[in-house]
């Protein structure tokens, strides 16, 4: 008899804050799917012995920083934008236990922006240089970006972005922080920094098609996106990432490992009813509505209050 792969989580540490859980719940009740999925507190190094012990009722697993770069050995096969980035935050297991790791966050981002907003900036700027910012790099550059300036408090630290950006045919600057000043005005700012870290930024709009991308959510509204909204600008938050990225795991899962002969698919890839536009709508509502949704482009200053906790990445 075969065992039934319903079994899903989110892994990391700290992990009860998760929002996780009430999205992929809501989205399987939208979709009919008898999965059930829950939060493990998984630390660093302790991966490994985890993914060992998993039996044949598992279907996947959503990762938080750092599990998204230490799983990658761990899987049997890596999607081309998982390998590219470095980063794999979903694995799907198979009917025969085997890996597959994916990047469903530049998903996230690229959604996120083309849903909610019509212009098509060249350049950008993105803060921060860990995991998220190369994600955001990608991102970036699929919204048609050809020239990115990284800010980070120490430049040695986004070294990783460096042959992205080559491999992407990006014009990369990476500058201090402290720099930001010097650049003025801004036409598309994606902000990886954790929540509140870049509210004393010197963060100012050029009109009122910039957009600013802070993937925090808590505490929500910051003072940066305040600041940028007051001014003018629109925003986005970290829940419209969440969100839209969730979609895309909710799709992978729901394939089950199977249409992984097509690989090379990150998000969305497999073929199943959420690649369906009114199924990834009513999907996107569920998960909208369970969590109360801040989503969307709304100014800062009208902004819900209601705020959710965060992991490292500012997300999950």
């Known amino acids: 008899m075969t065992t039934p792969r319903t079994r899903l989580a989110v892994l990391g540490s700290p992990i009860a804050h998760s929002l996780s859980p009430v999205l992929h719940r809501a989205a399987y009740d939208a979709l009919g799917l008898p999965y059930g999925y829950d939060r493990v507190e998984v630390a660093s190094g302790a991966l490994g012995g985890f993914v060992a012990s998993l039996d044949r009722s598992w279907r996947g697993l959503s990762l938080t920083m750092p599990?998204?770069?230490?799983?990658?050995?761990?899987?049997?096969?890596?999607?081309?934008?998982?390998?590219?980035?470095?980063?794999?935050?979903?694995?799907v297991l198979d009917a025969d236990g085997r890996r597959h790791g994916h990047n469903t966050d530049v998903d996230g981002i690229v959604r996120?922006?083309?849903?909610?907003?019509?212009?098509?900036?060249?350049?950008?700027?993105?803060?921060?240089?860990?995991?998220?910012?190369?994600?955001?790099?990608?991102?970036?550059?699929?919204?048609?970006?050809?020239?990115?300036?990284?800010?980070?408090r120490d430049p040695?630290?986004?070294?990783?972005?460096?042959?992205?950006?080559?491999?992407?045919?990006?014009?990369?600057?990476?500058?201090p922080l402290t720099a930001l000043a010097g650049l003025g005005p801004l036409d598309f700012v994606i902000?990886?920094?954790?929540?509140?870290?870049?509210?004393?930024?010197?963060?100012?709009?050029?009109?009122?098609?910039?957009?600013?991308?802070?993937?925090?959510?808590?505490?929500?509204?910051?003072?940066?996106?305040?600041?940028?909204?007051?001014?003018?600008?629109?925003?986005?938050?970290?829940?419209d990432m969440l969100v839209e990225?969730?979609?895309?795991?909710?799709?992978?899962?729901?394939?089950?490992?199977?249409?992984?002969?097509?690989?090379?698919?990150?998000?969305?890839?497999?073929?199943?009813?959420?690649?369906?536009?009114?199924?990834?709508?009513?999907?996107?509502?569920?998960m909208r509505r369970a969590v109360g949704s801040l989503a969307g482009a709304t100014r800062a200053s009208s902004a819900s209050s209601e705020s959710a906790p965060t992991s490292d990445d500012g997300r999950r």
Not at 125 to 150: F, P
Not at 251 to 280: K, M, Q, S, W
Request: hydrophobic share 45%; charged share 20%.
């Open 67 to 91: 599990l998204k770069r230490e799983v990658l050995p761990l899987l049997d096969t890596v999607s081309p934008l998982a390998r590219r980035l470095g980063v794999a935050n979903t694995v």
């Open 112 to 152: 996120s922006v083309a849903l909610r907003h019509d212009a098509r900036p060249t350049s950008a700027v993105v803060l921060g240089g860990g995991a998220t910012a190369a994600s955001a790099l990608s991102a970036a550059w699929r919204l048609g970006v050809r020239s990115v300036a990284v800010l980070v």
């Open 156 to 175: 040695r630290r986004a070294g990783e972005l460096a042959p992205l950006a080559s491999d992407l045919g990006v014009d990369l600057e990476i500058h």
């Open 191 to 239: 902000s990886t920094l954790p929540g509140g870290a870049a509210d004393d930024l010197p963060l100012a709009p050029v009109d009122g098609a910039s957009l600013l991308f802070d993937v925090a959510y808590e505490p929500w509204p910051t003072r940066a996106s305040s600041r940028w909204s007051d001014a003018g600008g629109l925003v986005l938050n970290g829940l």
């Open 245 to 286: 990225q969730a979609i895309s795991q909710v799709a992978l899962f729901a394939d089950g490992g199977e249409g992984e002969a097509r690989a090379g698919h990150d998000g969305g890839g497999a073929t199943t009813a959420v690649d369906e536009p009114h199924e990834a709508a009513r999907v996107r509502e569920a």
